[in-house]
Every structure is written in C-alpha cells, then in structure tokens.
C-alpha cells in the first residue's frame, strides 16, 4: 500500500473544506503537518487553532504548494479553481511542484478541470492533476463518509494512493475511467439528485394536501419504489430527518445557488455531448428561481419545497406519533454488523 507524505497542502475551508480537513487532521499520523489556506483568515485560525500543532497557516496558494507534497483543493466554482491554480504569482502553478500531486476536489465544469489539467501538463510534466468531486454533503464532510469520484483509471500509477488519502475523508471511492470524468459522474449525480428533491417535494406536497401524515408517506417510500436518499436522510419536509438541513431551517447543507450552478453544468453538458433532456431546463428553472427568493436564497438546496409552497407545520395538522421505518431499517442493519451476520 502506498505511504502518505508527510507533508500535506490543503486550500479550500469553507463548508465542505473545513470538515474535510479536520478529518485529515484526525486520522493522520501525528508526524503529519497540514498546510492551509482559505481566503477567509477566520476559517484558517479556527483549523489552526483546533489542530493540535498539526497545522501550519499560509499566506497564498503558491505558499502550500511551496511546502506541501501533495495539495487539495476544494473550493466552490471554476473562477476559483482557476485562481487556485494559474494565479501567475500566487497560484499552485507559480511554485516549482516538480513531481508533485494536485488533487482538485470541487465540482466545476469539465473544460476548466481540462485546463487546468493542461496548464500543470505544460509548465511541470511530472507533477500529476486529478478531479475527484465529492458527493455526501456538509453531514457527509463531517462524518467522513463522502463518495469519491475520481478522474482516473482503476490502473492509473497513483490510484493507491489516492484511496488511501481520499479514504480519510470518505467511505466509498470511484475510479471513473480517466481526466474529468470524475466531474462528468459528480453532475450527473447532482443532476439526478437536484430532480429527485424537486419530485420528493411535490409527491409530499400532493399527499399532505390529500391529508396524509408525511411520515406515513414517507415510510411508504422508504420501503417502495419512490425510496432515495432524498427521501431517507435530506427530506425536504422539516421534521422528518432530524440531521437534516430542513429540520434546522434550511440552514447549512448544500446551498442552494451550488445546486443551481451544477444542474447548470449538467444541462451544459448534456448539450455539449448531444443528449436530450425532458426535465432538464424545468428543474433548472426552479433552483434558479429559488435562488433569487428571499425565503429561500442561501439556504439548503431542498428548500425547493418552500419555493413549492409546501407546508413546514405540518405538526400542528398531523399531531400523532408515527416511528419512522428508516430508523428501524437502520437499527436492524446495524445489530447484523454487531453480530458479524
């Protein structure tokens, strides 16, 4: 298996970032340092000062490159993996990275990646560039349980190694087959996702309307053919999934002008590559205008079931007990591990 360096960069502390990197803090040797950056000073201090020494505050991207032997980024759009990278002298590129490894783990679109892929090819041959976007969200950050999608073959030289750094961080890892379809995988996850969120809102809306208990639909969904992640763990409706973003007033999460940027991305290249899409520029249209809703901008990208009028008290109407078939599927699936079954 391959050994971890020593000497690790990481540029990118916001909501995803900092749980990721807290993580790598965790379950690193202790001999290990962290070199950080944030644009944010607040978001560098916080991981400093929780990182038991572990961590070291730079001053620009070009700084962690200079000191790290391999770096990750994870920032929020392709402006931002661009400054990154290929700011002349501040940015990754400016520093003599020689053989280095640069792992990009934001979600942007395919032609920047291949860029940035490029530039790094042309200015440092032996350093190697890779995508690897994530999916799991903010509670996934935070428990290190992120799905990895990789732009790599399952043979590629460092495959081993990306497992183990990327295994820090997450639970299940994906050699996508090569340069940026780690990204293609990631928008067509998001893609899938964005729409199940808009469908799970309004299946709820129809039924609550109709006069059934949510957590009654919901536990028929769980067991039927309508069962997701949406629907088990980022329900739209409040109070269904205490961990998730609705049942704190949307509040963290995956915020909902991201979405909007990726199904974008999606639509983009589902055009780009000649692919007809039926949903496509509707569900776009939603997260579009959610974004620029009072109720509902900066918030978790499921409060599309606000934007669509769903009802958030719905307590007051539905008052009953009701033991949700999720957390029991949970239970029992967590004895049979116990048990070694």
Same mark, same amino acid.
């Given at each position: 298996m391959a050994e971890l360096p020593k000497k690790m960069g990481f540029i990118g502390l916001g909501l995803m970032g900092l749980p990721m990197a807290t993580n790598l803090v965790k379950k690193t040797s202790d001999d290990t340092q962290l070199y950080v950056y944030d644009v944010v000073q607040d978001s560098i201090d916080k991981l400093v000062k929780e990182g038991g020494g572990k961590v070291q505050a730079c001053g620009s991207s070009k700084e962690v490159a200079d000191k790290s032997d391999i770096i990750l980024s994870m920032v929020p759009e392709g402006s931002h993996v661009r400054s990154v990278y290929l700011t002349p002298d501040t940015g990754v590129l400016a520093s003599d990275i020689q053989s280095k490894i640069l792992i990009d783990m934001s979600t942007i679109d395919t032609g920047t990646s291949l860029a940035v892929r490029d530039a790094c090819a042309e200015k440092h041959p032996k350093a190697r560039f890779y995508d690897a976007p994530v999916s799991g969200g903010v509670i996934g950050a935070d428990k290190g349980t992120l799905t990895f999608m990789m732009g790599c073959a399952e043979n590629d030289t460092n495959v081993d190694l990306l497992?183990?750094?990327?295994?820090?961080?997450?639970?299940?890892?994906?050699?996508?087959?090569?340069?940026?379809?780690?990204?293609?995988?990631?928008?067509?996850?998001?893609?899938?996702?964005?729409?199940?969120?808009?469908?799970?809102?309004?299946?709820?809306?129809?039924?609550?309307?109709?006069?059934?208990?949510?957590?009654?639909?919901?536990?028929?969904?769980?067991?039927?053919?309508?069962?997701?992640?949406?629907?088990? +763990?980022?329900?739209? !409706?409040?109070? =269904?999934?205490?961990?998730?973003?609705?049942? @704190?007033?949307?509040?963290? /999460?995956?915020?909902?002008?991201?979405?909007?940027?990726?199904?974008?991305?999606?639509?983009?290249?589902?055009?780009?590559?000649?692919?007809?899409?039926?949903?496509?520029?509707?569900?776009?249209?939603?997260?579009?205008?959610?974004?620029?809703?009072?109720?509902?901008?900066?918030? +978790?990208?499921?409060? !599309?079931?606000? =934007?669509?009028?769903?009802?958030?008290?719905? @307590?007051?109407?539905?008052? /009953?007990?009701?033991e949700m078939r999720r957390d029991e599927t949970r239970r029992l699936l967590k004895r049979a591990k116990e048990e070694g079954l």
């Amino acid at each position: 298996m391959a050994e971890l360096p020593k000497k690790m960069g990481f540029i990118g502390l916001g909501l995803m970032g900092l749980p990721m990197a807290t993580n790598l803090v965790k379950k690193t040797s202790d001999d290990t340092q962290l070199y950080v950056y944030d644009v944010v000073q607040d978001s560098i201090d916080k991981l400093v000062k929780e990182g038991g020494g572990k961590v070291q505050a730079c001053g620009s991207s070009k700084e962690v490159a200079d000191k790290s032997d391999i770096i990750l980024s994870m920032v929020p759009e392709g402006s931002h993996v661009r400054s990154v990278y290929l700011t002349p002298d501040t940015g990754v590129l400016a520093s003599d990275i020689q053989s280095k490894i640069l792992i990009d783990m934001s979600t942007i679109d395919t032609g920047t990646s291949l860029a940035v892929r490029d530039a790094c090819a042309e200015k440092h041959p032996k350093a190697r560039f890779y995508d690897a976007p994530v999916s799991g969200g903010v509670i996934g950050a935070d428990k290190g349980t992120l799905t990895f999608m990789m732009g790599c073959a399952e043979n590629d030289t460092n495959v081993d190694l990306l497992r183990k750094l990327l295994g820090l961080m997450g639970g299940n890892l994906f050699a996508c087959g090569g340069a940026s379809l780690g990204l293609t995988a990631k928008l067509c996850n998001n893609y899938c996702s964005s729409l199940i969120a808009i469908a799970t809102s309004e299946a709820m809306n129809i039924g609550m309307a109709s006069g059934m208990d949510p957590r009654v639909l919901a536990n028929i969904f769980h067991t039927s053919t309508a069962q997701s992640a949406i629907c088990d +763990d980022w329900n739209p !409706v409040p109070g =269904l999934c205490p961990e998730a973003p609705a049942s @704190r007033g949307y509040k963290g /999460g995956f915020k909902v002008q991201l979405m909007a940027k990726d199904v974008g991305l999606a639509v983009d290249s589902a055009e780009r590559v000649g692919v007809k899409l039926a949903l496509g520029e509707a569900g776009l249209g939603v997260y579009r205008e959610a974004c620029v809703d009072e109720r509902c901008k900066d918030l +978790d990208s499921r409060v !599309v079931y606000r =934007l669509l009028g769903g009802k958030e008290d719905w @307590r007051e109407e539905f008052p /009953g007990q009701v033991e949700m078939r999720r957390d029991e599927t949970r239970r029992l699936l967590k004895r049979a591990k116990e048990e070694g079954l």
